[in-house]
């Protein structure tokens, strides 16, 4: 789709379809490896728990099963760190997907304190923040991941859009939206939000153009 022009005016409502979408595409936490299935890494170590919480999780399984599996890993004594950053990524993405994103955010976190420069860690922080509606912060999340050099640059652009106009910032929202489609071109949900603001700058025209010639 072609770049939609900027409306003047524009709700502030954002569909939730608009959160959701990028949510459940966007649990980027994939090595080059596994591109196949960016929700999940696999983890290499000898625990049979962590193996199997990597299975469970790369097939979307969000019981409690899954949890428990990845919570059993995490205690395994002989745990690497690298091994720990993977695991808490993978519980991480779980829980968000379960809508228990103050958990999520644990993990996250815990992440970012081992490795301050983990750019999945960071935009997994975003999309947990972005659903929690604490719109700041997860700008903020999503903008250092995308300077450290996320995976999926396009899914970052795109919840930050959601954050901004979340926070009335309609033109960086924008902007954004566009970026994501410039980067991965006729991709949906980006697709959706720019036709979203032609739709709307159309009705914009078409009201103003009514109540000019009413009067």
Known sequence: MSRAL?????????????ITVALASFGSVAGAQQRTDPSAVT???RDPNARRC??????GDISDATVEQCTEA?????LTQAAQIQLRINRGVTLMRRQQNEQALVDFDAVIELQPRHPEAQV???AALLQLRRYGPAISAFTEALGLG???PYKAYFNRGAAREALGDIRGAYE???TALDIYPDWGPANAELQRFARQRRQHLEA???GTSDQ
Do not use: H
């Not at 900027?6 to 608009?18: E, M, N, Q």
């Not at 995490?74 to 002989?78: A, Q, V």
């Open 6 to 18: 900027l409306p003047r005016r524009f709700s502030l409502a954002i569909p939730a379809f608009a």
């Open 43 to 45: 983890v290499v170590g």
């Open 54 to 59: 990597n299975d469970l999780v790369m097939r």
């Open 74 to 78: 995490l205690n395994y004594r002989r």
């Open 124 to 126: 997994n922080r975003g």
């Open 150 to 152: 996320v995976q999926e």
């Open 176 to 178: 954004d939206y566009n």
């Open 208 to 210: 103003s153009q009514g």
